[in-house]
């Protein structure tokens, strides 16, 4: 599991199932959170889906707009959690 | 010793003075030191309690975790420790005379009437339990330093009525180095003036003209008459709120220690869930990250299903009941709790059969109408914050015997503009202190006109209380 991927995985389930535009343009850059594309019933989804599709688990208090606007936050989150867990 | 008082700000100055000249170490000492003091001059019993708790939690936070592995019940007996704190404390006026009655009254219970919440209690406890399910998480350690970890009990500035910090960023904060540079010293001035102003003189000009009956005995007032008084009590509340916040957030600053935001222009809010990023902000975010969040999570995990009753319903309603509870233990405030959490659920429902529209790609027209929604449901939502369970049904009576139209009183007319004008400079450049980016002749008539409007709103009447102390 490396970054491209996480990126590509959260891409496709953001735009499949929280936009409903599977063929939506969606930067790594571009904010979810802030712009309103994603409320705080999708981060619940959004952290549901990290849980499955990549095992990882992300606290709820990490899911905020500083860390988890973009996709590209999103995936730095998933990955030092991942690395958190592997320490442990 | 009250914070619009004089007494307050010399003692902080005094204190600010003595701070800048010592190091780091000893300016934390200093601040606990003053902090306790501060608590002391309201009730020295209160500063007995929250000694007691901040001891308590500092050294059961050590014990959640036995090297990586965790312990969940330690950790539920520590939430269930802070919970029944403010249960026996907050709550004594609902269950003293219950038990006494039981029991048959007498002077042996005497001792539990005199249970007196200690201000600031409410606010503590929700850092306490977001403090203890961070260390058992492990995303802070558990504090080590019981200097710092007291500091972020009883730090002055936000004990009273918060802002709701967490211990992992305050107590990174208090192990950094302060910087109080030009552009921190302006922006926490310009944030004291905001909120001084914001409560002086919008705030108590407002409180000044709502009848004092009105929301004892609504069956007096004809229908207009209380949706007035109605829309000038929100406005009233919102600047006597976000006014102390800023003015502790102002007053931190110069310390070097930044406080968190708790409102932004919440009557710009265009649906329901914007408002609570806008609206005591840091009680909304604690309620999403310890409340909603987790059973969103718990419920989705059995079954993803973004549709289903449950997954849509039982968070926000569990997540605004706890928030009624938190402001008091009374049917009307479980009915408040509640009331937010259906609208809450009903704003969620068109998103689920399509993708959201973010509000600012929405037309204006709609942004307008979602505003006027959003200010309808509160302001009706409002009537059962305030009053007890029957009066709020009887002012819901009236409400729809419509009565003739009534000129506003002009000081209310002078609050509300003086409220929304602040909060359109403010959300125009989504900047709070947004003046300091004025012209430099402007912002000083600016402020020689904010300073008079004060020491005028001073002189002509005495400060009225911060509603939020109560919680």
Redesign the interface.
């Known amino acids: 599991m490396n970054r491209a991927e996480i990126i590509d995985g959260l891409r496709d389930f953001i735009r499949t199932?929280?936009?409903?535009?599977p063929d939506a343009e969606l930067g790594v850059d571009e904010p979810l959170i802030t712009?309103?594309?994603?409320?705080?019933?999708?981060?619940?989804?959004v952290?549901?889906f990290v849980?499955t599709a990549f095992g990882v688990y992300v606290?709820?208090?990490?899911?905020?707009v500083d860390n988890a606007d973009t996709l590209a936050q999103m995936a730095d989150l998933v990955l030092r959690y991942a690395a958190?867990d592997a320490t442990? | 010793m009250h914070i619009t008082t004089f007494e307050f700000l010399f003692y902080w100055l005094l204190v600010l003075v003595v701070y800048y000249f010592l190091p780091r170490r000893a300016q934390n000492v200093l601040l606990l030191a003053a902090s306790v003091l501060f608590y002391g001059t309201w009730s020295w019993r209160f500063v007995g309690v929250l000694a007691i708790l901040t001891m308590a939690n500092f050294f059961w936070a050590r014990l959640l975790r036995k090297g990586q592995a965790r312990i969940p019940w330690r950790l539920w007996l520590g939430i269930g420790g802070n919970v029944g704190t403010l249960v026996v404390f907050k709550y004594a006026d609902f269950y003293v005379p219950e038990l006494l009655q039981l029991l048959g009254g007498g002077a042996t219970l005497e001792w539990v009437l005199k249970i007196v919440l200690p201000v600031g209690l409410s606010y503590r406890i929700l850092e306490n339990i977001s403090y203890l399910v961070d260390v058992y998480r492990g995303q802070i350690p558990a504090s080590r330093n019981l200097v710092d970890f007291g500091l972020f009990s009883f730090y002055a500035l936000k004990l009273l009525s918060g802002p709701i910090e967490r211990a992992r960023s305050f107590l990174n904060r208090l192990a950094e180095p302060r910087l109080v540079d030009n552009d921190v010293i302006a922006r926490s001035f310009t944030l004291l003036v905001i909120g001084a102003f914001r409560k002086l003189v919008i705030a108590d000009t407002l409180a000044g003209v709502i009848p004092p009956l009105m929301f004892e005995s609504p069956s007096a007032y004809g229908s207009w008459e209380l949706v007035m008084g109605l829309l000038i009590y929100g406005f009233m509340l919102y600047n006597n709120f976000a006014g102390y916040t800023d003015m502790m957030r102002g007053l931190s600053g110069f310390f070097g220690l930044p406080l968190s935001s708790n409102f932004f222009c919440p009557f710009f809010s265009r649906n329901m869930t914007e408002i609570w990023t806008r609206w005591h902000t840091t009680l909304g975010l604690w309620l999403r990250d310890y409340i909603y969040l987790p059973l969103s999570r718990a419920f989705l995990r059995r079954n993803p299903n973004p549709r289903r009753w449950a997954n849509v319903v039982v968070p926000p309603m569990a997540a605004m009941l706890v928030s009624g509870l938190w402001h008091g233990l009374s049917w009307n405030l479980v009915c408040w709790g509640a009331l937010i959490g259906f609208f809450l659920v009903i704003s969620r429902l068109p998103s689920l059969w399509r993708p959201l529209m973010p509000p600012d790609r929405q037309p204006m027209w709609r942004q307008l109408l979602g505003m006027g929604a959003v200010a309808v449901a509160m302001a009706f939502s409002l009537v059962l914050f305030i009053m007890d369970f029957n009066t709020a049904a009887d002012f819901y009576e009236r409400l729809f015997f419509w009565t003739k139209w009534v000129t506003p009183p002009p000081l209310a007319v002078f609050g509300v503009a003086l409220s929304l004008g602040l909060d359109i400079c403010q959300y125009v450049r989504r900047d709070e202190v947004i003046f300091l980016r004025w012209p430099r002749w402007l912002q000083a008539v600016l402020l020689a006109a904010a300073l008079l409007a004060i020491f005028l709103a001073t002189r002509l009447k005495p400060a009225e209380p911060f509603i939020y102390q109560g919680f």
């Open positions: 199932e929280l936009l409903g535009e712009s309103g594309r994603i409320d705080s019933f999708s981060i619940a989804q952290a549901v849980e606290p709820d208090n990490e899911l905020v958190d442990d």
